[in-house]
């Protein structure tokens, strides 16, 4: 069985299935900002969503924006847009949650009450 973590760092290893950006991501983070196994496994769901709307957009991009209906013949939307709008948004959820979207910096500004009055 494989081991799950490195022996040099003593961090967990990204999981196979997950794409080389994803996975360059896993490592960079936990090393860097996610500690706990809940942050590491929530992080991993959005890695998966952001590897799904990755394919959705790639899928997109081969077959058109839009498809023509067997039945009807009528023209409508790419039914995989709707797949890639639910993946990032379930991606982004992730990262606001793990503050992955802010640098520690802006998260303190951001979080405190008044503004900067040393710029006026």
Same mark, same amino acid.
């Given at each position: ?29 936990? #090393?860097?900002?996610?500690? !706990? ?9 959005? @890695? ?34 709707? !797949? ?13 949650? @793990?503050?992955?979207?802010?640098? #520690?910096?802006? #998260?303190?500004?951001? !979080? ?9």
């Amino acid at each position: 069985m494989e081991k799950t973590e490195d022996k040099k760092e003593g961090l967990p290893k990204p999981p196979e299935y997950l794409s080389e950006k994803a996975k360059d991501l896993f490592v960079y983070y936990v #090393r860097h900002r996610i500690k !706990t196994p809940g942050q590491i496994a929530l992080f991993i769901r959005g @890695l998966e969503a952001m590897d799904q709307a990755d394919e959705c957009g790639k899928l997109i991009r081969q077959d058109g924006l839009y498809q023509v209906s067997e039945r009807s013949k009528m023209t409508r939307q790419n039914p995989l847009l709707n !797949t890639q709008k639910e993946a990032t948004a379930q991606m982004l959820k992730v990262w606001k949650a @793990l503050y992955l979207n802010i640098n #520690r910096e802006q #998260r303190l500004i951001n !979080t405190w009450p008044f503004k900067d009055l040393s710029s006026q």
